[in-house]
């Protein structure tokens, strides 16, 4: 609990949080990963190891995230899904240890 609070402390954002950074930023020395989509990919897989699979429809987000990435060129779609994936592996495997 938060002193003085009636709420539980969030538990997890900082421990996925750090390895997330340095994973991405190490890969994208060599090559543009999608930070965007790394960051939506791991919230949503942590909203759905907390609250449950109601939550699977938040993926649709970071569908359109990595969509609007690859349409501004910003990044290809390789881009993308690598930063999805190692966005939501990060915080899986950071998060379910926690719970």
């Keep these: 609990m938060l002193p003085g609070r009636d709420c539980p402390r969030a538990r997890g954002g900082e421990a996925t ?3 997330g950074v340095g994973a991405t930023a190490a890969i994208t020395t060599r090559w543009k ?17 907390v609250f449950g699979p109601a939550l699977l429809p938040t993926m ?5 995230i990595g969509w609007s990435r690859v349409h501004v060129r910003d990044h290809t779609v ?15 495997a950071v998060s379910v240890p926690l719970r």
């Design 17 to 19: 949080a750090s390895p």
């Design 33 to 49: 990963i999608s930070l965007h989509t790394a960051v939506a990919s791991g919230t949503a897989t942590i909203l759905i190891i």
């Design 60 to 64: 649709i987000l970071v569908l359109s």
């Design 78 to 92: 390789g881009q993308v899904i690598v930063g999805g994936l190692l966005g939501a592996a990060i915080a899986g």
